[in-house]
C-alpha cells in the first residue's frame, strides 16, 4: 500500500504556470498507475491527468496542451506541470494511484491529501 502526499498549489494569475508534486512512500511507486484529479466548489472530482507504469500518458480534454504529467521513479514522485492556467483550473488538486487502472474516482485506491490551486482572472 501507498501513501501519497502533494503539495505545490496556491494562489496565480490566469496565464501563470504552477507545478504540483506528489510524493509517494510505503510501496514501490513505479508499480502503479498515477494520476491528477481535481475538484471545484460544487463540482464533482474529475480525472485531469494519468500516467501509467509503463510512461504512457493520458489528459482531459480541458487541460489538453496545458498540462503535463510526468514521474521519477527514482523519487518516487509525480508531478503535474499546469502552463496557461485559467480561472476555471481553479479547485483543490489530488493525486491519485492505482494498481490497475485510473478512468475515474472509483478506480483510486489511494488519494493524496488534496492541494488548492486558485487561479484569478
Known amino acids: 500500500q501507498v501513501q501519497l502526499e502533494d503539495s505545490g498549489g496556491g494562489l496565480v494569475q490566469a496565464g501563470g504556470s504552477l507545478r504540483l508534486s506528489c510524493i509517494a512512500s510505503g510501496d514501490t511507486f513505479s508499480r502503479y498507475v498515477k494520476g491528477w484529479f481535481r475538484q471545484a466548489p460544487g463540482k464533482e472530482r474529475e480525472l485531469v491527468a494519468v500516467?501509467?507504469?509503463?510512461?504512457?500518458?493520458d489528459y482531459a480534454d480541458s487541460v489538453q496542451g496545458r498540462f503535463t504529467i510526468s514521474r521519477d521513479n527514482a523519487k518516487n514522485t509525480v508531478y503535474l506541470q499546469m502552463n496557461s492556467l485559467k480561472p476555471e483550473d481553479t479547485a483543490v488538486y489530488f493525486c491519485?494511484?492505482?494498481?490497475?487502472?485510473?478512468?475515474?474516482?472509483?478506480?483510486?485506491?489511494?488519494w493524496g491529501q488534496g492541494t488548492e490551486v486558485i487561479v484569478s482572472s
Open positions: 491519485a494511484a492505482s494498481l490497475i487502472k485510473l478512468q475515474g474516482p472509483e478506480d483510486v485506491a489511494e
Open positions: 500516467v501509467t507504469s509503463g510512461g504512457t500518458t
